[in-house]
């Protein structure tokens, strides 16, 4: 039975008192990180033995204040433990102890049994733990209660005074401080580690490439969703000129139902309600779907169908224009997210836009050289017909010069065709090779000896090689080559075996140091006569062949080898 | 007693290429019993004129292509096709071109070469 103490009695416990807040001021103030749990414990035993209860304990509500759970507890000897029997209870089975604790106010019952029935639920729970007499505080912290301390007598009732009100009053503001402190040191830790995995996920869409754009976006919202504890996460993409919507990614969390086959081509009206608050760049949050307006009525059935109780999305937006959104689902609990956590998802956001527009820009540019690219092998087939037009104009115009005495004319005519085919099959060469603009030289001259074997011209016995590299020459200097072979190789056929076969006349393209070419033609016929070699522009042919050179910013050499002539132009 | 004239029908939609080719297949003794410049005309001149040999672009102008006018005149006519192209024949197989009874030649057209198929193909006219 507790008394006034006499005067001297009451400078003593203020001193004893004194000297334990002291000591346990101290330790909260310094203790380390994981460490609140034991340093509470303890201070329950110290407390409870000071003032000398069979139980000393702190509850804490859940966050959202709806359940109730007994966090610690000590016991005085020969005192059976309560702690196990609450452990997340709903905390409408307590409202009437509650109450008082929850508006600040300490709950003091001196004697259980004179508690009347209609309390209920609570009474016959008191004396299940075989309470006597109860005291509890609340634990306030920046007048938010979120929890109580308490004491209770077991063995023998107790009349409780303000000492003990005082003593639970200022343990009860230590230990809510040092909770809200290692909550806040847990809050800064989330936000820490959240801003180091967006950064992290950022650091990987840098110079991604468009075809990785999905993959990474998937993994992305994975790690997010897994990090943040949701139960799903997800990416939607307008489609349809923003009237359908598609779930092209989704992350589950284990034993959450996908939803992604569901929902992976719906109407976007219904969305009509959040999708306006996203379009104007917002995040749309929902802490309870249950609580969504009227005006959400289409949005809250369809959440609620999935079982979403809490959802937060975030739109992407390329150019001002919304393209999709990413989102977050809380199922199995509701789920609070701060203003910094909204911040931080649309940033994500962001990322995913970035990565989109590039990727964009990247298609648009390839299809705008892929249309370069036809018009460029339109271009090459009209020269090419052009060319044959020509071509044919020259034929028909030798047809029609009869006579024996006409025969230098279609001579001359023929050799104008020729020179003409030799530049028509590169444009028809480039409109069919899968890199337009570059010419494998090898594959040209092949071509080349081609039409010049399904030709009169080539003396009876006499054979075309091609040898070579695998040169690959632009367009301007492929005009000047297939030119100058064009002519050498004529010449060849016309001048070098004027009693026919056998013979070989070889054509050779040689790759030299620094970018320079070696382009070879030689016969084995007659050879030059005389000093031609010394005055090589008199006919047409020869001509060309050195002007092309120079052209082609090269020169052209006259070989004199034992048999046949040899022409080399190197460039 | 000479062998009747080989009846060309020849398709090309290019004015000036069409009559060298037309001369080119005179000269080689051919009777060229048409010019078409399209798909449709094609069908047209091949069925008033029932030719033994076509001589035609792949590329043409208008809805049909040469090679979509091969495929029609298939179901009718046997007549072998010579087709004029700058593509391979693997290509033009391809894209759709009749196997049986075509022959391919690039263009432009070397007398010597058309001279070969002619005759080609009135080699294999003659087998019994």
């Known amino acids: 039975v507790n008394e006034r103490p006499a005067p001297d009695d009451e400078l003593l416990y203020l001193g004893s008192l004194a000297e334990l807040v002291t000591s346990l001021t101290g330790r909260f103030v310094h203790f380390a990180p994981g460490e609140l749990d034991a340093e509470i414990d303890r201070t329950l035993r110290l407390i409870g033995q000071f003032a000398a209860v069979d139980r000393s304990y702190v509850f804490r509500f859940s966050p959202d204040r709806a359940r109730l759970t007994n966090t610690h507890e000590w016991c005085g000897g020969g005192v059976e433990p309560a702690m196990a029997r609450i452990q997340e209870v709903e905390i409408s089975a307590f409202a009437w102890a509650l109450q008082p604790l929850l508006a600040g106010e300490v709950l003091y019952v001196e004697e259980v049994a004179a508690l009347p029935d209609e309390i209920g639920e609570v009474k016959r729970e008191f004396q299940r733990q075989g309470i006597r007499s109860l005291l509890n505080v609340p634990l306030m912290c920046s007048g938010e209660v979120l929890g109580f301390v308490g004491f209770d007598a077991v063995k023998q009732a107790k009349r409780w005074g303000s000492r003990d009100i005082r003593l639970l009053r200022v343990v009860g503001e230590i230990i809510a401080n040092a909770m809200e402190r290692e909550a806040a040191a847990a809050r800064l830790t989330y936000r820490v580690a959240l801003e180091t995995l967006v950064a992290s996920i950022s650091s990987r869409f840098i110079n991604i490439a468009g075809a990785e754009v999905d993959a990474e976006i998937a993994r992305a919202i994975a790690e997010i969703g897994a990090f943040t504890r949701v139960d799903r996460s997800y990416v939607f993409r307008f489609s349809h000129e923003g009237t359908r919507l598609q779930n092209t990614e989704e992350w589950c969390a284990d034993g959450i139902e996908p939803q992604i086959g569901v929902l992976a081509d719906i109407p976007a009206a219904p969305f009509g309600y959040s999708l306006s608050v996203m379009e104007k760049g917002e995040v749309f949050y929902v802490e309870d779907v249950a609580a969504l307006p009227q005006a959400a009525a289409a949005e809250r059935v369809e959440f609620e169908r999935e079982g979403i109780k809490t959802l937060i999305n975030v739109p992407i937006m390329v150019r001002g224009r919304m393209t999709g959104f990413l989102g977050f689902d809380a199922v199995r609990a509701r789920r609070v997210w701060s203003a910094d956590d909204g911040r931080l998802l649309k940033l994500v956001g962001e990322i995913f836009a970035n990565a989109l527009q590039r990727r964009d820009a990247e298609d648009r540019l390839r299809a705008s050289l892929k249309e370069k690219e036809l018009l460029l092998r339109e271009i090459h087939h009209r020269v090419k017909n052009n060319l044959q037009v020509v071509d044919s104009l020259l034929y028909l115009q030798g047809r029609a010069a009869a006579g024996a005495d006409a025969a230098p004319l279609r001579a001359a005519l023929a050799q104008s065709q020729g020179r003409i085919r030799a530049m028509a099959k590169i444009h028809e060469l480039l409109y069919r090779s899968h890199d337009i603009g570059r010419l494998m030289f090898c594959e040209y001259l092949e071509e080349l000896a081609g039409l010049f074997r399904g030709s009169t011209m080539v003396p009876f016995g006499v054979e075309l090689t091609v040898c070579g590299c695998r040169t690959v020459l632009d367009l301007d200097r492929a005009i000047p080559c297939g030119l100058i072979v064009n002519e050498l190789v004529t010449n060849s056929m016309i001048h070098g075996y004027p009693d026919g076969g056998p013979g070989r006349i070889a054509i050779c393209v040689k790759e030299g140091l620094e970018g320079r070419y070696a382009l070879t033609v030689e016969d084995d016929g007659i050879g030059f006569a005389g000093d031609f070699a010394g005055a090589p522009a008199k006919t047409l042919g020869l001509r060309l062949v050195r002007d092309l050179s120079r052209q082609l910013g090269g020169e052209m050499r006259i070989g004199r080898p034992a048999v046949g002539t040899r022409v080399e132009v190197l460039f | ?128």
């Open chain 2, 1 to 128: 007693l000479t062998a009747p004239a080989l009846k060309v029908l020849v398709v090309e939609d290019e004015a000036i290429a069409a009559l060298a080719l037309t001369h080119m297949l005179e000269d080689l003794g051919c009777e060229v019993v048409g010019v078409a410049d399209n798909g449709v005309q094609c069908l047209e001149l091949a069925r008033a004129a029932v030719p033994d040999l076509l001589v035609m672009d792949v590329r043409l102008r208008g809805d049909m292509d040469g090679l979509q006018a091969a495929a029609e005149l298939r179901t009718w006519l046997a007549a072998p096709i010579v087709f004029t192209s700058a593509y391979a024949k693997e290509e033009l197989v391809r894209r759709g071109a009749p196997e049986r009874d075509v022959a391919f030649i690039s263009k432009p057209i070397a007398p010597q070469d058309l001279r070969q198929l002619l005759e080609d193909f009135a080699r294999r006219a003659q087998r019994p």
